[in-house]
């Protein structure tokens, strides 16, 4: 009675070693075909940058972008389908989240326009996340066709390790996104610091200047109403 526990929890660990090494094979796949982006880049002024963005039918692009640096914190922004048709148009917006449900199949047109601005360029940082094809993980169609063995604790088993990696893998790429997010944040938080800080130094320094030249002012015109230079006859 006892050989039949032992045989059965080595076949469980024999199962469970394979199910872990195919699965990882296939998520280190899986990362290289993530669609996924961001980008944080230069925008000149009186410029424009277009970024391109393939999507199947059917499927979900979410698009989130920010002014982290620049005058005026603020671009136009268009999203343009595959056919030419323009979906979402903003005007000097300093920041804005759109998606784009369902997708057509092709490359969306992902527009940043500063020509408006003829003296600053601005830093923009946009993320692109996709979901509903590559770059979407989880579900049952990533995992290889094992043959699972007979009985329902391994078959349980193996459903848990399945359910608990794919949610586990949601969640990192989640918390990933939303550092990024953060850190875009901090980022445009810390250019705004810094603009103001200059701001209040130039404007404290002019403002002692001029208190010293109205008080050198002051001192000379009241010198000068006690400057008496007619001669006194005794």
């Known amino acids: 009675m006892d050989v039949v526990p032992e045989t059965v929890w080595s076949r469980f660990g024999c199962v469970c070693f394979v199910v872990l090494f195919v699965w990882t094979t296939r998520a280190v796949d899986g990362f290289g075909r993530n669609q996924d982006n961001e980008l944080t880049f230069q925008l000149p002024a009186g410029s424009s940058e277009c970024f391109y963005q393939s999507t199947i039918k059917n499927g979900t692009m979410e698009v989130e972008y ?33 998606v784009v449900e369902p997708t057509e199949g ?16 601005k830093m923009v940082f946009f993320e692109i996340l996709i979901e509903g094809q590559g770059g979407d993980t989880g579900g049952d169609e990533e995992w290889p066709t094992l043959d699972e063995p007979d009985g329902s604790l391994l078959e349980y088993k193996l459903e848990y390790i399945r359910d608990s990696m794919d949610s586990l893998y949601r969640r990192l790429e989640r918390s990933r996104q939303m550092q990024t997010v953060l850190r875009a944040f901090e980022a445009r938080d810390r250019n705004l610091l810094e603009d103001n800080l200059w701001r209040v130094s130039f404007w404290s320094c002019a403002s002692v200047l001029v208190m010293l030249c109205v008080a050198l002012t002051q001192v000379y015109t009241v010198r000068k109403l006690f400057d008496d230079k007619r001669r006194v006859c005794t």
């Open 66 to 98: 920010q002014v982290i640096a620049g005058a005026g914190m603020d671009v136009d922004f268009t999203i343009v389908s595959p056919e030419g048709v323009q979906l979402i148009g903003e005007f000097r917006r300093s920041d804005g989240v759109h």
């Open 106 to 121: 092709g490359d969306y047109q992902i527009c940043f326009d500063n020509s408006f601005s003829r003296f600053s360029e």
